[in-house]
């Protein structure tokens, strides 16, 4: 049985799981204004020691997203590291941990009402995708991805997850373990929660930032890591069909973490199996979140 929730943090102080509050009618609710960021801390095999991957640039992000949603007061950084520092070691966590933080109106109002603006902070066990190790089953959505003039995808809005539920319920439906979603430029842009990679000739691409993608922590890591590496990466715009023609493929996010892909529409990715690139920057990721290489220290916050 996996470890379970004890505590959580709401507006800075650790109360018990079952006390946390919002009222019906804050805007959060009516109104979906609420940002939020996805953020895992990983243990080490050896030592046990808890650390958060890239700390610093989630809280960096949720104040872009406060930003541009004009909350007013909000949480600063220092204090919503504090919360997600205390609040790990309170649950007695026993495996890696995926931490929740929220900003949002607490306050009831109308569509101009910018506060009172509170926060809250989860630390709950997430299983690894099931596609971790076999490879994804994806479908292209029928769907269109949001886009910056009305649903800024850039924003890691809860209120997006609305048009990620509807592609996530028909890949469901569908038969897939997921999906991905052309932008209305009709370009593949990202999945429901996670980034893309396609690899072709040896050389990874991925949908540049003016594809409607959430500007995806893990994304920036991986472009970063397989320079590193040796690898030539393009920033670009990717056509459905290259998704037939590609070598290898692979979705990654914070949640997802790295994860091959093995079909499309039903159309072998490669052979079909998690490819040789794909695979290697999965252990590269692997290593660096979970701490078992020095490399990147900057990325981890000890707990
Ligand atoms: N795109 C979407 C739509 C997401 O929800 C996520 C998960 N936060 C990602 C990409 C990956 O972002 P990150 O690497 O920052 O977790």
Known sequence: MA?????????GRIIPWEDGRIHPHALAITYAASVFEGIRAYRHPQTGAYSVFRLKEHLERIMQGVKIMRFENPPTMAEMERGILDLIPKNEPDD????????LVEGPGTQVTRGPTGWTVVAIPRERSPGFSRGLNLGVSSWTRISDNSMPPRVKAAANYHASRFVSMQAKADGYDGALILNSQGKVSEGPGACLFVIRDGRLLTPHRGSDILESVTRTTVIQVAREMGYTVEETTIDRTELYVADEAFMCGTGQELVPIASVDRLPVGDGKPGPIASALQAKYEALVRGTTNEHAEWRTAV
Request: proline share 0%.
């Open 3 to 11: 470890w379970q929730a004890k505590f959580m943090v709401q507006n």
């Open 96 to 103: 890696d941990v995926y931490i929740r933080l929220q900003v």
